[in-house]
């Protein structure tokens, strides 16, 4: 099983909600990633969790929080969104954090701010 | 952390080899160079990675020179299906610290026609 599956699909929520994205892997990963995706633009990581601890943080705005409750799941809380928080949301897993390792991507959820 | 460069935008035809070529002047010594695909509203994928000279497999080949400032994605034969776009990374070898992230470039938007 090399897929990581990402819940809900899409996602439409007022600026004042409070919503979760899910993300789930099978493989026996111990890194796992949050990449935030704008139209026509590169993926742009946003957390790395190593071991289910927060590694690396690229200063993305506290009304993103991220929770990692097991191997296997990543959370990504939101609260107070804001329009311009209207992307595509894509978790990753590899084997490990070192950065040749070949990182396996969910469809994403596509997340819309009103 | 090395940066890449990649044409915006590049036109073929089905049954045609392409070559897509990514600029990565400030590589270091323990980089790896990475390329991913993304379809449409869906995660990157994997296509292959390599080190240095030539790294070939089912899907593409990879030429780097002896300097590796630059480096070719070899698609051979393409169809209609590779219609996508191609990332090229650099990723730091073993390391944990901070400093180590991969940062996708801003990719080469690959169209091919009948």
């Known amino acids: 099983d090399t897929e990581v599956t990402q819940t809900p699909k899409h996602l439409v929520m007022g600026m004042t909600n409070k919503k979760s994205l899910k993300c789930e892997q099978h493989?026996?990963?111990?890194?796992m990633y949050w990449y935030k995706q704008k139209a026509k633009k590169p993926p742009e990581l946003m957390f790395v969790y190593s071991y289910e601890k927060l590694s690396i943080n690229e200063s993305v705005p506290s009304r993103f929080s991220p929770e990692c409750p097991n191997s296997s799941l990543l959370n990504l809380h939101l609260h107070a969104l804001q329009p311009e928080d209207s992307a595509l949301y894509l978790c990753?897993?590899?084997?490990?954090?070192?950065?040749?390792?070949?990182?396996?991507f969910g469809p994403g959820t596509r997340l819309l701010v009103l | 952390l090395a940066k890449t460069t990649q044409p915006i935008s590049m036109d073929s035809y089905e049954g045609q080899e392409v070559n897509i070529t990514c600029s990565h002047n400030?590589?270091?010594?323990?980089?790896?160079i990475t390329w991913y695909q993304q379809f449409p509203s869906q995660g990157p994928r994997f296509i292959i990675q390599g080190y240095k000279t030539k790294v070939t497999n089912e899907v593409a080949s990879l030429f780097i020179p002896a300097d590796r400032k630059s480096s070719t994605l070899s698609l051979p034969r393409v169809s209609l299906s590779d219609t996508a776009v191609y990332y090229c990374l650099v990723a730091q070898g073993k390391g944990y610290s901070s400093a180590s992230k991969i940062i996708f470039g801003s990719g080469t938007r690959l169209s091919i026609r009948p």
């Open positions: 493989m026996g990963h111990r890194a």
């Open positions: 400030n590589i270091a010594t323990n980089d790896y």
């Open positions: 990753a897993s590899s084997q490990d954090r070192t950065y040749q390792e070949t990182q396996y």
